[in-house]
């Protein structure tokens, strides 16, 4: 009977994670969610009924809406292993310069008008050098003063008068994704460390600016190791946490087994017991991998869509996310709200209330 005892074993780990999240209102440790990710996958609705229960009684039932607008695509210099816009790789990817202020004035108008509230500008660079920081800067400033819309970035690696310099020219929020666990991560990129992650991640906090920070699954990484970049992730305390999902891309890590949609569900209900009060957003990839079991991600603990376009692969019709949306009675959020009950080490705090995200592409990313 050793496997009816393990999975008795396991289903007893999802009451104790049960009572700790929502009785008792603590964080997991380690060893409680690795015992959860014990749980046969035969057994999974249990383990997203659980995921989905969390959700709700931490962060509510809205669900936060973003587009990503690629301001500078392609050509970047680092090597990692899972990114079609590195120079070192033969993909197919768009490659071009930073936007003139006008197109990217142009897309914001279309964002303001389109109900959103938050404007992300997304570059494909090691770090920006002073001249695209600049252009970043002048337009973050010329968005705000033109729209009122909240600005985001995403620049790769900073320095802290850099991060310093965004944050003062009004850049609400930061996107820096650890990308890999830090035990895989040597074999994912060479050119620059998890540790300069970590510090722009914690610079971009340091500066006042809120922090998103996820990171890619299906890299070849195993469940114990998916556990523990949760709390890598977890220990930078994020608002928001991109998940995405690595396809076929022409860089080295293009044939990697794909991770199958029942290791996804499993891997994003995880992430919502070690991250209970986050965004977590379904970002790239999720149609490639969860397909018709999208809806099954927004039940396992994912709160957040990036709809339309990605990076550099296509989405789908924002429309069809919204009536998804609408079949599962899941509302939008339509701007700040209340704010976010978060539990850590020392007790529990309150969240300050953040606003959606939304932007609309500028071309096909």
């Known amino acids: 009977m050793p496997d009816v005892d393990a999975g008795l074993a396991a289903l007893a780990a999802l009451a104790h994670a049960e009572r700790a999240l929502l009785d008792e209102r603590r964080p997991l440790r380690k060893d409680e969610v690795l015992a959860v990710a014990q749980v046969p996958l035969d057994e999974l609705p249990a383990l997203i009924a659980l995921a989905h229960r969390v959700r709700l009684a931490y962060c509510g039932a809205e669900v936060e809406l973003e587009s990503l607008i690629n301001a500078k695509s392609g050509a970047c210099p680092e090597d990692c ?3 079609s816009q590195s120079v070192r790789y033969s993909t197919d990817v768009d490659v071009y310069p930073f936007l003139d202020l006008d ?17 992300c500008i997304v570059v494909a660079v090691r770090g920006p050098e002073e001249r695209l920081l600049a252009k970043v800067i002048a337009a973050s400033e ?8 909240e600005v985001a970035c995403s620049l790769g690696l900073l320095t802290e008068p850099q991060a310093a310099r965004l944050a003062a020219a009004g850049v609400r929020r930061y996107n820096h994704n650890l990308e890999a666990p830090r035990a895989l991560f040597p074999q994912i990129c060479t050119t620059h460390s998890y540790d300069d992650r970590v510090a722009t991640a914690r610079l971009a906090i340091e500066a006042g600016m809120e922090l998103c920070c996820g990171g890619i699954l299906g890299i070849g990484e195993t469940v114990e ?18 998940i995405n999902f690595l396809v076929p891309s022409g860089t080295p890590l293009g044939e990697q087994r794909l991770i199958t949609a029942r290791e996804a569900l499993q891997a994003i209900a995880l992430f919502r017991l070690v991250l209970p009060s986050a965004w977590l957003r379904l970002a790239g990839g999720r149609e490639y991998v969860l397909g018709e079991l999208q809806a099954m991600g927004l039940l396992a603990g994912a709160n957040a869509l990036i709809v339309g376009n990605y990076l550099t692969t ?23 709200g209340e704010g976010r009950f978060v539990v850590d080490g020392h007790g529990a705090h309150a969240r300050p209330a953040q606003a959606p995200r939304t932007t609309i592409p500028v071309r096909a990313i």
């Open 225 to 242: 190791q998916r556990v523990d970049f949760a709390f890598e992730l977890a220990a930078l305390d994020p608002c928001e946490v991109p």
């Open 142 to 149: 010329a968005v705000r003063r033109e729209t009122g819309l």
């Open 314 to 336: 296509g989405g789908r019709p924002a429309d069809d996310d919204l009536a998804l949306l609408d079949a599962l009675g899941m509302p939008v959020a339509d701007g700040p």
């Open 103 to 119: 197109e990217i004035l142009a897309a914001a108008r279309a964002t303001r008008d389109a109900g959103a509230t938050q404007f």
């Open 81 to 83: 292993a899972f990114c």
